[in-house]
């Protein structure tokens, strides 16, 4: 039987050991890149990425923290924005009773004016356009109807004396109608909105 | 004379050695050795580089929760903030769309002739909101018209002959600049100029109109 031309007897033991030494630091070099230099890598790459972002953050809270006055003076400039305007005329339910409200601010109005009202109702809530980004707090329109009687003078100086007092508060509906019976005595139904709060968003 | 020539080999296999310098049979192993050797440092210079990074990101880390507190509290100034904005933003819609009757009112009497008696003067309310629609996946948070027509509608009788132009006097008087800030258009719909036919013979000269005016629309933006 004819011998294999590169049969490792044939070799000289000098490069059987040149062939044993490459053959096993290649093996253990593969091993070195797939289970040592890879993974390790890959973890460098990971970890450079964390101590960027958290060098980011870093930064970032420190900028955010060296700006907490202005930002305190922004917040507070806001919310005494909107105080003021939950001051001139947001109103809030009396003892759960948004009729009861209105009749509390409008009666002593209408007394002055000569205008007698003789029913209030809690009318529709309508909710409020809502800006973007929206509020967590959301608000409303409260319809408050009631039906009274005067002369045309008095339940328009009642109006008027409404519109002045409450900046707020919009005639969102009307009716004067005349009596037969007394033609300078008037009925009107005056639908009066405020806005309020509505739902609060979670 | 012989010219044959006698080749002889007196080297064996092993002893023979090639012109180059270099033996590859010792360089090859030689060189895959210092490869593995190379890989090795890399592998130990990558491993000293995590211990250096982990230790940077532990530093970071520590920093950071240490500005946390103050951060939160700079962050919690500035959801106040936000949420002041958009409230204010909401209730400024409403405050644009204030609509004002009163001084409006008050000057209609003036501009009424003296064979005009106002039987009804309406505001209708605000229209209901439309259904919303089953199929919208984020319900809106509220309603998605900026605008709301209002409208006004006078009604009355006139008992005089020259009743037209009692009535022609107060519509021109309704377009007059004084109520420019609340009426927009005033106009007399078709048919509602009309006799007085419902209340029988002895008030036949009595006629009755309507008028139909356009208010400045609400528009909450």
């Not at chain 1, 109702?121 to 809502?130: A, G, H, K, S, Y």
Request: charged residues 20%.
């Amino acid at each position: 039987m004819k011998d294999a031309p590169f049969a490792l007897d044939k070799l000289s033991p000098q490069v059987r050991m040149a062939l044993g030494i490459t053959g096993v630091a290649l093996v253990a070099g593969v091993a070195i890149i797939v289970f040592g230099i890879k993974p390790t890598y890959q973890r460098v790459k990971t970890l450079t990425a964390e101590v960027a972002q958290l060098g980011v953050k870093h930064a970032t809270m420190k900028t955010d923290i060296t700006g907490t006055q202005k930002q305190r003076a922004a917040t507070e400039a806001a919310e005494a924005a909107l105080k003021d305007i939950l001051d001139e005329g947001v109103i809030e339910p009396l003892l759960g009773s948004f009729s009861m409200r209105g009749k509390s601010l409008l009666d002593p109005l209408a007394e002055e004016a000569g205008f007698t009202i003789v029913n209030i109702r809690e009318d529709r809530l309508i909710p409020l356009q809502v800006p973007n980004p929206p509020p967590q707090q959301l608000y409303a329109r409260q319809l408050v109807e009631l039906t009274g009687y005067g002369a045309y003078t008095q339940i328009v100086a009642f109006v008027q004396a409404a519109e002045q007092t409450f900046p707020l508060a919009v005639v969102s509906g009307l009716r004067i109608e005349h009596q037969m019976p007394t033609p300078e005595r008037h009925k009107a139904t005056i639908t009066f909105e405020w806005p309020v709060k509505g739902e609060k968003r979670k | 004379m012989n010219d044959a020539s006698l080749h002889l080999n007196l080297l064996q296999d092993d002893e023979r050695f090639s012109s180059s310098p270099i033996r590859l049979r010792v360089m090859v192993p030689l060189l895959a050795v210092l490869g593995v050797v190379g890989l090795g440092v890399w592998w130990f210079l990558l491993s000293a580089h995590i211990g250096h990074v982990t230790h940077e990101k532990t530093t970071l880390e520590t920093y950071c929760a240490e500005l946390k507190p103050a951060h939160d509290q700079v962050l919690a100034l500035r959801a106040r903030e936000k949420e002041a904005r958009a409230a204010f933003s909401q209730l400024d819609f409403y405050r644009a769309a204030r609509i004002r009757f009163g001084d409006a009112l008050a000057h209609l009497p003036q501009h009424v002739p003296a064979s005009i008696q106002l039987t009804e003067l309406r505001v209708p309310t605000p229209p209901p909101l439309p259904p919303q629609d089953p199929a919208l996946k984020v319900k809106p948070l509220g309603p998605t018209n900026l605008a709301e027509a209002v409208t006004m509608r006078i009604a009355g009788r006139v008992s005089s002959s020259t009743a037209s132009e009692a009535v022609r006097s107060l519509l021109e008087a309704l377009r007059q600049p004084v109520f420019s800030n609340l009426i927009c258009k005033a106009e007399i719909p078709k048919g509602t100029f009309r006799q007085d036919a419902a209340r029988g013979p002895a008030v036949r000269e009595h006629i009755l109109f309507e008028i139909s005016c356009g208010c400045s629309e609400r528009r909450f933006e």
